[in-house]
């Protein structure tokens, strides 16, 4: 899929959706909309991310309707990074737009994105979102703690990165080359260190449906990134080992102290506060490196990233995510 045919439009839109029936023809309305306006050859790129409320309904009708829809639905939900590897790998526009189904990213900005690209010769256009007015929700406490946590370990800062990216071809196709399993898009795209122009905007509050980020989800995709991108948690752990040490060593030291000195304390206390001390950090440890095993378990199985269901047009042939199909 690397060979981009002669007849590949200018454009592709991949949107990736999980439960968005509600809101989603508007938005496919809206960004074939602009579009049109810029005079672009475009396509979207529909993929349903096993969604259970009639979104593949939406998008078989949006098909019906719309002669420039592509779509894929996964067998069950793999999740947003899996379904938009899905969209860039069915993408065969010569720049790809990554975006949300629910008009967070604003498609007002293509266009000034279509020109960074051509004008300004940017691999890519990169959406920084800029701090949203009103209160945080509990999510978006926890969002914060994920990037500030995330970029003190990666030392790649994503704080106001988002999903909402122009790619280039070629970006799309050293992506698409990845050999990982584990894959945190943001945070690769900004690894890669490709020619990037930033465009701030304002994420505006959803329209229709609710966000399908549980907390599991959102920790999932925590250790995905921080594993992925920094060995950090296990340098620690040697640290904490080498600091265990020390203490162990003058505690130790003390104690045959006081038993040659013939005061032996009746420390029970210590005893137990120490016994529970060390146990907590070493499964915690234990933890850590459970974490980066089960990493590199995944990575060895070298299973495929997604299943397709079936896709439309018809005649559209993707199937797995597997990277060998490429
Ligand atoms: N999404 C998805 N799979 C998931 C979760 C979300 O494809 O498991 C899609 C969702 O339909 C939307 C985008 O990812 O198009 C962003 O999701 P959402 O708006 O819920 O996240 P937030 O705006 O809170 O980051
Ligand atoms: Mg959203």
């Known amino acids: 899929m690397s060979a981009v045919p002669s007849t590949c439009p200018i454009c592709s839109v991949v949107i990736p959706a999980h439960c968005e029936a509600a809101g989603l023809r508007h938005a496919v309305d809206t960004v074939a909309g602009i579009l049109t306006r810029q005079g672009v050859s475009f396509e979207l790129v529909l993929i349903d991310d096993g969604s259970a409320d ?13 002669p ?14 899996a379904a938009m590897r899905a969209g860039l790998q069915m993408s065969r526009g010569r720049t790809v737009i990554v975006m949300d189904a629910d008009l967070q990213h604003p498609p007002a900005l293509i266009p000034e994105m279509l020109r960074l690209w051509e004008t300004g010769g940017f691999d890519v ?3 920084v979102k800029q701090p949203q007015v009103g ?17 003190k370990l990666t030392g790649v800062d ?46 505006d ?36 080992g080498v600091a265990f040490i020390i203490a162990a060593v003058l505690l130790g030291g003390q104690t045959l102290y006081n038993k040659l000195s013939g005061n032996a304390v009746s420390g029970f206390t210590t005893v137990i506060l120490l016994l529970l001390m060390i146990g907590s950090v070493i499964m915690l440890a234990l933890g850590v490196i459970g974490e980066y095993l089960a990493r590199i378990y995944e990575e060895v199985k070298r299973r495929p990233l997604f299943f397709i269901q079936e896709t439309l047009p018809k005649s559209e042939n993707v199937e797995t995510g597997d990277v060998h199909d490429l």
């Open 54 to 66: 009639g979104t593949w309904e939406v998008i078989s009708q949006a098909c019906n309707d719309l």
């Open 68 to 81: 420039f829809i592509r779509a894929a639905r996964l067998t069950r939900r793999f999740g947003k990074e």
């Open 125 to 127: 256009v990169a959406g």
């Open 135 to 151: 209160g945080a929700k509990s999510a978006g406490i926890m969002r914060r703690l994920f990037f500030t946590l995330n970029s």
């Open 158 to 203: 994503l704080r106001e990165a988002s999903d909402f990216k122009l790619l280039d071809r070629r970006v799309v196709n050293a992506y698409l080359a990845l050999p990982e399993r584990n894959l945190f898009f943001r945070g690769m795209i900004a690894w890669s260190g490709y020619k990037t122009a930033t465009l701030p905007f304002t994420p």
């Open 205 to 240: 509050e959803r329209q229709h449906g609710e966000t399908q980020w549980s907390f599991r989800h959102l920790t999932k995709l925590a250790l995905t990134s921080i594993t992925s991108f920094s060995s950090i948690p296990l340098h620690l752990i040697t640290s904490l």
